[in-house]
């Protein structure tokens, strides 16, 4: 079992396809409420912006299919908390990561930006001299 549990403040997951197509009013939420679950397959096309760390979760491990999600809304959160859990013959693991929110888009955490511009500073400054 591989499994993503995605939480974060209501608004976080606004103007997600999945919250749109079933009409999920993340305003009238008051308390911690399971928005979504299922298979990665749906969990990005539902909520593009948010779960695309499952995609990479479900490749290097048993799939877009097998591989759950399950997406929170939380009015007492202000971060986008990740816990990722597996469970096999091996025994058990987990791993949590509390992202801050990007102050100029909620559904975006500011630890993908930092990933972005480190990428893009890699791709624009490629040349190395010395060790």
């Known amino acids: 079992m591989v499994r993503l549990t995605t939480k974060g403040p209501p608004g976080a997951f606004a103007g997600a396809p999945y919250v749109e197509e079933n009409a999920i ?11 979504f679950e299922g298979p990665v397959a749906r ?16 490749f290097a491990g048993i799939g877009l299919e097998k591989t759950q999600v ?9 971060e986008i908390v990740y816990e990722i859990e597996v469970e096999g013959s091996f025994g058990k693991m987990s791993a949590r990561t509390v992202n801050v929110p990007s102050t100029t888009s909620p559904d975006i955490n500011n ?21």
């Open 70 to 78: 399950r997406v929170i809304a939380s009015p007492e959160l202000r």
């Open 43 to 58: 969990a990005v096309k539902g909520f593009p912006t948010i779960v695309n760390v499952s995609a990479a979760l479900s």
């Open 111 to 131: 630890l993908a930006v930092l990933s972005a511009v480190a990428m893009l500073h890699r791709i624009l400054y490629a040349l190395k001299v010395g060790t």
């Open 25 to 35: 009013d993340l305003e009238a939420i008051e308390s911690e409420k399971v928005v």
